[in-house]
């Protein structure tokens, strides 16, 4: 695929460094050029540089908007028209002090990308886990590989992300439609506020699947 990334932090560098291992060509776009530029050189594999709006348009098929949540809204207001038929991959949480979801009583963070480049297919994917995690070759644990939610409301769309998910050596997860994209957000905000403001595992939270549905439905 042809993948426009716009942003040049941890994420952007994280998940493009695994797609362009994977052969898919990646442009790096950001405000900064000497950021991209360095971003492209450190990912490799052919990937360029480029300002958001080239990236934007030399994604075909997927932009990744690696953007501080209310960042993302404003570039793909400004970016509407490049992002017209295009995946627009949001990995961004909505959290702010004290772990308080910023999105509370409003749209998702996923939904205001949507409202700001209606044209595009807005999936939601990738933003439960540290960057770190995504940098890990591949992210398995206990011999099980690392499963991924993603919201969406178009089959294409969440298909190319599943193949995207998929290189990094993680599981996809059907998640529901976009309007489901504020449940991955707040459990982010959860799993967040417990490990980093507790200390806690937040995998403990949860009981085995043959649990789920109570102990007379194993």
Same mark, same amino acid.
């Given at each position: 695929m042809r993948i426009g990334v716009l942003g040049t932090g941890n994420m952007a560098d994280a998940l493009a460094t695994h797609w362009v291992r994977a052969g898919h060509q990646v442009t790096i776009g950001g405000r900064n050029a000497h950021k991209a530029e360095r971003l492209a050189t450190r990912v %490799?594999?052919?990937a360029k540089a480029a300002g958001l709006r080239a990236a934007a348009e030399t994604?075909? $098929? =997927? &932009? *990744?908007?690696? *953007?501080?949540?209310?960042?993302?809204?404003? &570039?793909?207001? $400004?970016?509407?028209?490049? *992002? $017209?038929?295009? &995946? !627009?991959?949001?990995?961004?949480? /909505? =959290? %702010? /002090?004290?772990?308080? !979801?910023?999105? $509370?009583?409003? /749209?998702?963070?996923?939904?205001?990308?949507?409202?700001?480049?209606?044209?595009?297919? =807005? =999936?939601?994917?990738f933003n439960l886990c540290h960057e770190d995690v995504w940098r890990m070759r591949p992210p398995v644990f206990d011999g099980r590989p690392l499963a991924v939610p993603i919201c969406g409301d178009d089959e294409t769309a969440l298909a190319r992300v599943r193949e995207l998910v998929q290189d990094l050596g993680c599981e996809p997860v059907a998640g529901g439609g976009l309007e489901r994209a504020g449940l991955l957000e707040a459990t982010a905000a959860l799993f967040i506020a417990l490990w980093v403001g507790e200390g806690a595992d937040a995998q403990s939270i949860a009981p085995p699947l043959a649990y789920a549905a109570g102990p007379s439905h194993q």
């Open positions: %490799g594999g052919g994604g075909q $098929e =997927v &932009v *990744l908007a690696a *953007l501080p949540f209310g960042a993302g809204a404003e &570039v793909a207001r $400004e970016l509407h028209a490049a *992002l $017209e038929g295009k &995946v !627009l991959l949001d990995c961004s949480n /909505p =959290v %702010g /002090p004290g772990f308080r !979801l910023l999105t $509370e009583g409003g /749209p998702s963070a996923a939904q205001q990308l949507a409202a700001a480049a209606p044209g595009a297919h =807005v =999936v939601k994917a």
